[in-house]
């Protein structure tokens, strides 16, 4: 286990809903493929922080990366609605190229 990922585990371990830490457990459990616990992170990440435009972004590209395209699409149009609504137009269009990247292989 890398100390990185030691450090997250220990710092949601002391405040199990802050950001910064779930995120940065989230992005670290991502790097290592270890899908059940980095969504899980991701969820309660979004449970406490749900307009996180950049846990929407994160959490639909770890979804893609696991192979899970059914979670990628619900996720980005979850932080769609999310970036719409909090007017967070860089994340909005990051999360609008996954989309239409997803679509475009649709139609190959």
Same mark, same amino acid.
């Given at each position: 286990?890398?100390?990185?990922?030691?450090?997250?585990?220990?710092?949601?371990?002391?405040?199990?809903?802050?950001?910064?830490? !779930?995120?940065? !457990?989230?992005?670290?459990?991502?790097?290592?493929?270890?899908?059940?616990?980095?969504?899980?992170?991701?969820?309660?990440?979004?449970?406490?922080?749900?307009?996180?435009?950049?846990?929407?972004?994160?959490?639909?590209?770890?979804?893609?990366?696991?192979?899970?395209?059914?979670?990628?699409?619900?996720?980005?149009?979850?932080?769609?609605?999310?970036?719409?609504?909090?007017?967070?137009?860089?994340?909005?269009?990051? !999360?609008?190229?996954?989309?239409?990247? !997803?679509?475009?292989?649709?139609?190959?």
């Amino acid at each position: 286990m890398s100390d990185r990922l030691a450090a997250a585990r220990d710092y949601v371990a002391k405040k199990p809903t802050d950001r910064f830490g !779930l995120y940065a !457990l989230a992005m670290e459990l991502r790097k290592t493929r270890t899908w059940d616990e980095c969504f899980s992170a991701f969820g309660t990440l979004l449970q406490h922080h749900p307009d996180y435009g950049a846990a929407w972004y994160h959490f639909a590209m770890a979804k893609k990366e696991s192979g899970d395209r059914a979670g990628c699409l619900d996720a980005l149009n979850k932080g769609l609605v999310v970036t719409t609504r909090t007017g967070d137009t860089k994340t909005r269009a990051e !999360l609008q190229g996954v989309l239409d990247e !997803l679509e475009m292989q649709d139609d190959d």
